[in-house]
C-alpha cells in the first residue's frame, strides 16, 4: 500500500511504529537459518532525533507510562508516609464552644464574620436584620447590640471581650488608645527647638485687622471677602529678619464670637487691634475678655493714625479703664500706633512680635507625636473634606495617619496659605490638609497615631460610644406631651443650611437660634459644609425647609429637582443680610393681630317699625357712632348682637358720624330685635403685625 504524498508526517508516524513491533516480534523456530539476520538499528539515536524532529506525533501515539517513585533517602525514615504539601492557611473566626455556646468577639464586626462564627450562611443574618430596619450585606458591620440580638436569637451567649493576637484574627487586635499629650515641661531640653508664634489679630468691625494683614503679606485678602470684612478664620505665615510668625485672622463680627473664641485659644500671642478714630467698641472689649481668660500676652495696636480724627491718646485712656495698662502709663501692654494703609510703624510692629517670641520661648518637639488643631474646616468638589490646622507638637508629614475627633484620616496632599504643595508641617505653622474621612468640627485636635488601621479601629471604638451616648438621651417628646401642647404650639421656621467653611456654619446657626421670640422658632434640620446637592433638595422637600447658603454654589443636577419640587433656595454671600431676612421670614409666619379700638356708645330710646324691619333710635352717650365701623348690642351687660352698621341717620340724611349729645337712627344688619334700653356699641377692628 502507498501512502499519498500529501501524508508526509503519517508515513513517518507509521514508519516507527511498524519498526517497533519487527523490533519486539518473536522469530520462529523453523525459518531460523532461512532467515537472513538483519542489522542491528539502533533505536535510542533515531528515537531522539525523531522526538526532537516531531514530539507532537511520539506524544500522540505513545501512552504515557507512570512514573516510577523516586528512591527513598536512605537518611529518612522509610516508614513515614510522604505527606502532601499543606494547603494556604485560611484566617478562621475565633471559634465558638459547642459545648458553652460562648461567643467571645468585640465588635463592631462584619455580617460575614459573625456568620463565621455562628457557623450560619450570612444570608442567615441578614434576613434576621431586616425586622430590625438594618439592611445589611455580608461586608456591612454591625454595632454591638445588633451583635447580641442575633447570638440571643440563635441560641448563643454573646461576651464583649478584648480580642488577642493569634487564633485566627489578623494583629493588632488589641484596644487602641490615642497617644496622651506630652507636657514641654516633661520633655529633655535636648529634644526642643524653638518653634514659629502663633499671633491672632483681633478686634471690632473694619478697625483694620485684615488690612493689616494685607499690607504685611502684600496680598488683598479684603477684596475677596464679601462686604469688606471677614468672614473665616484664616492663617498666614510671614517672614521678617529671617524668623517666621504666624498670623491668625479672626472676624470681628459680633456673630463671630466663638471663632474668635477658638483664634485665642490657639495662639502664643493677642494683637488686639483698634482703630484710632473709634476707641474701643463693643466687639473690642469681648477680644480683650477672650484674651484674658485663655491667659496669653497682649500687644495692641493702635490702627487708622493717619487719619486726621485719630486719637491715639484717647484709646490708651480708654484701655486702662478696661484693666489694661499701657507701657506708656508704667504698665506692661505693648501699644503700638500704625497705619495698615501707608505702613507708618509696620516694622516696629514686627520687631516687637519677634522680641516678644524671643521672650516667651515658645518650643516643641518636632520629632515627637503630632499633634494639631483645627481652627477651620470645609469641602471643596474635586478635594472632598478638608481643614486648615496649626501644629502645637511634632511633626505634620503627607502620608500620616491621624485620628480626628471620632473620624479617622490618612494625609493626602497638604497645602500652605499661598496654594503650594507641601511635604510637611514644623510646630507652629499652619497647613491645609485633605485627607479627612468627614469634616471635622472646628477645635477638634488631630493626632497622630501608629497605622492607618489603629487609627479606623479607634474610629470605630468612638463612633460607637457616640451611638451608645445619643441612645442613652432621653427622649425630648411624648405622644402625651405633644398633645397636651397643641394649644399653645410655637409656629416653626425650618432651615436647612449649607456653607463654605465649618466655622461660618457654627457661627451663622448659633446667631440665628439667638434671635429671641416667643412665637416662632426656627429648627434646623440640618446644617453642613458644602455645594447645595440633590440629597440636600431631598432631605428640604420631605421637611418642607427653606435651603439657605452661605457663599456656596448649587450643584447642576440640584437645579432641575429643585424646580420640580418647589423648594426655595436663598443664596448670600454677607451675614447681615442672611441673619436679617431670617428675621423677617420668622414675623412673616405670624398672623397680624387684629386689635379693637373702642369708639363710643348710644343708647336706644325708641324703637321704630319700617318697612323692611325695624330701627332704633338712640342718643350718643360717649365717643361717637360711624357708619362703616363694626357695633355690638349689649343688653343687661350681655352681648346679643355683633355685626356691622348698615345705615346711621341724623334726621332725613345719612350722615358719616354722629358724635356724643346727639340723637340718630341706627339700623343694624340682619338685626331687628331692639328693645328700648339697649346699648349699641361701636367699634373698629384694626390689623397689626405682631413682634417676634
Do not use: W
Not at 12 to 20: K, Q, T
Not at 213 to 223: E, F, P, Q, W
Not at 356 to 383: F, S
Amino acid at each position: 500500500m502507498t501512502l499519498p504524498e500529501q501524508h508526509p508526517r503519517r508515513k513517518e508516524a507509521l514508519d516507527l511504529i511498524g519498526a517497533a513491533r519487527h523490533k519486539k516480534a518473536p522469530q520462529p523456530a523453523g525459518n531460523a537459518s532461512a532467515q537472513q539476520p538483519e542489522p542491528p538499528q539502533p533505536a535510542p539515536a533515531p528515537r531522539k532525533a525523531v522526538r526532537s524532529q516531531r514530539p507532537e506525533v511520539l506524544d500522540l501515539l505513545t501512552p504515557k507510562k507512570k512514573q516510577a517513585p523516586k528512591p527513598a533517602d536512605p537518611k529518612e525514615n522509610s516508614a513515614v508516609p510522604a505527606v502532601p504539601a499543606p494547603l494556604p492557611k485560611i484566617e478562621a473566626p475565633l471559634p465558638v464552644d459547642p459545648v458553652s455556646r460562648t461567643l467571645n468577639v468585640k465588635g463592631p464586626v462584619s455580617v460575614a464574620e459573625l456568620a463565621g462564627l455562628m457557623g450560619l450562611k450570612p444570608f442567615k443574618l441578614i434576613a434576621d436584620l431586616l425586622p430590625m430596619g438594618v439592611y445589611a450585606s455580608p461586608a456591612t458591620s454591625i454595632d454591638t447590640e445588633q451583635i447580641a440580638a442575633l447570638c440571643e436569637k440563635h441560641g448563643f451567649i454573646y461576651e464583649r471581650v478584648k480580642r488577642e493576637k493569634g487564633a485566627g484574627v489578623k494583629a493588632p487586635v488589641a484596644d487602641v488608645v490615642e497617644p496622651p499629650p506630652v507636657l514641654m515641661e516633661d520633655l529633655p531640653e535636648e529634644k526642643l527647638r524653638l518653634r514659629t508664634p502663633i499671633v491672632t489679630v483681633m478686634g471690632h468691625v473694619d478697625h483694620g485687622k485684615t488690612s493689616l494683614l494685607d499690607y504685611i503679606r502684600r496680598a488683598h485678602v479684603v477684596s475677596a471677602e464679601a462686604g469688606g470684612i471677614t468672614q473665616h478664620i484664616g492663617a498666614y505665615t510671614v517672614e521678617y529678619e529671617g524668623k517666621s510668625i504666624t498670623f491668625i485672622d479672626t472676624p470681628g463680627h459680633a456673630i463671630f464670637t466663638e471663632m474668635r473664641a477658638r483664634g485665642a485659644d490657639v495662639t502664643d500671642i493677642v494683637v488686639l487691634v483698634v482703630a484710632a478714630n473709634d476707641g474701643i467698641m463693643p466687639q473690642t472689649r469681648e477680644a480683650i475678655t477672650h484674651a484674658k481668660a485663655a491667659g496669653k500676652t497682649i500687644i495692641v495696636a493702635v490702627n487708622k493714625c493717619d487719619l486726621p480724627s485719630a486719637d491715639p491718646m484717647r484709646v490708651r485712656t480708654q484701655l486702662m479703664e478696661e484693666g489694661l495698662v499701657p507701657t506708656d502709663f508704667g504698665g506692661d501692654v505693648e501699644c503700638v500706633n500704625i497705619s495698615a494703609a501707608t505702613g507708618e510703624g509696620i516694622p516696629e510692629f514686627l520687631e516687637l512680635l519677634n522680641l516678644q517670641a524671643e521672650v516667651l520661648e515658645l518650643k516643641a518637639d518636632p520629632k515627637g507625636n503630632c499633634r494639631a488643631t483645627i481652627i477651620e474646616a470645609r469641602v471643596e468638589q474635586g478635594r472632598g473634606s478638608s481643614a486648615t490646622v496649626i501644629v502645637q507638637t511634632g511633626t505634620l508629614k503627607v502620608g500620616m495617619p491621624f485620628i480626628c475627633g471620632p473620624f479617622a484620616g490618612k494625609v493626602r496632599t497638604m497645602f500652605d496659605d499661598r496654594g503650594r504643595a507641601i511635604k510637611r508641617v514644623l510646630p507652629g505653622m499652619p497647613a491645609e490638609v485633605v485627607g479627612f474621612m468627614e469634616t471635622p468640627n472646628v477645635g477638634d485636635e488631630l493626632v497622630e497615631m501608629e497605622s492607618e488601621r489603629a487609627a479606623k479601629k479607634l474610629s470605630g471604638e468612638r463612633l460607637e460610644e457616640l451611638r451608645v451616648s445619643r441612645l442613652a438621651q432621653p427622649r425630648r417628646a411624648r405622644m402625651e406631651d405633644i398633645l397636651m401642647g397643641l394649644g399653645d404650639q410655637k409656629a416653626q421656621l425650618k432651615l436647612y443650611l449649607k456653607g463654605d467653611v465649618q466655622g461660618s456654619v457654627e457661627a451663622i446657626k448659633r446667631a440665628i437660634l439667638n434671635i429671641e421670640s416667643d412665637k416662632v422658632e426656627c429648627v434646623f434640620i440640618g446644617a453642613a459644609v458644602g455645594p447645595i446637592a440633590e440629597s440636600d433638595v431631598l432631605l428640604a422637600s420631605s421637611s418642607d425647609a427653606v435651603i439657605l447658603g452661605f457663599n456656596v454654589k448649587v450643584e447642576s443636577n440640584a437645579v432641575k429637582m429643585l424646580k420640580r419640587e418647589g423648594i426655595q433656595v436663598k443664596i448670600y454671600s454677607i451675614v447681615y443680610e442672611l441673619i436679617d431676612q431670617v428675621r423677617d421670614a420668622m414675623l412673616g409666619l405670624l398672623e397680624p393681630e387684629t386689635r379693637e379700638t373702642l369708639l363710643g356708645h348710644a343708647e336706644v330710646k325708641q324703637v321704630f317699625k319700617l318697612n323692611k324691619g325695624k330701627a332704633a333710635g338712640c342718643a350718643v352717650t360717649d365717643g361717637k357712632m360711624h357708619r362703616s365701623s363694626e357695633a355690638r348690642v349689649l343688653r343687661d351687660g350681655q352681648v346679643v348682637f355683633d355685626g356691622r352698621m348698615s345705615t346711621l341717620r341724623r334726621f332725613q340724611d345719612e350722615v358719616e358720624e354722629v358724635k356724643a349729645g346727639l340723637e340718630c337712627g341706627i339700623r343694624l344688619a340682619d338685626y331687628n330685635d331692639y328693645e328700648e334700653g339697649d346699648v349699641i356699641e361701636c367699634y373698629t377692628l384694626e390689623k397689626v403685625r405682631q413682634t417676634l
